[in-house]
């Protein structure tokens, strides 16, 4: 049976070795931080809404400054978007004559 000496002899070990595991571990988590940050850096913000049929015009509230890039699913007419702030307004030339198409910005 061990004695309380060599237990807390024992536990102090420990301890040593886990606090140098710590300090090992601290260059690789450091890393893994920046690379976090590194990837939602360059991630685009995209939001999508629907536009319905007879609409002329589509905002976007709270959108990221950035490049900006603007897709839809079911509309081949004539559109122009701008910015005011953090809104993209998307407007169309005609109103839809669509049921509906979705919008998707992409900031980058």
């Given amino acids: 049976m061990a004695t309380i000496e060599e237990l807390e002899e024992r536990l102090n070990t420990f301890e040593q070795s886990l606090i140098q ?16 940050n590194k990837v939602v850096a360059i991630t685009p913000y995209t939001e999508t809404k629907t536009a319905y ?20 699913d079911n509309f081949n007419g ?14 169309f030339k005609e109103p839809l004559e669509v049921t509906q198409t979705n919008i998707t910005i992409s900031i980058q």
């Avoid at 595991?21 to 976090?36: E, F, Q, R």
């Avoid at 049929?53 to 839809?72: C, D, H, M, R, S």
């Avoid at 004539?78 to 993209?88: A, G, L, N, P, T």
């Fill in 78 to 91: 004539e559109y122009s978007f701008e910015r005011d702030e953090d809104r993209i307004y998307i407007t």
């Fill in 21 to 36: 595991m710590g300090i090992n571990l601290t260059p690789t988590i450091n890393k893994v931080d920046d690379t976090a």
């Fill in 53 to 72: 049929y007879g609409e002329t015009l589509k905002t976007f509230y709270n959108v990221p400054q950035g490049n900006v890039a603007i897709f839809f």
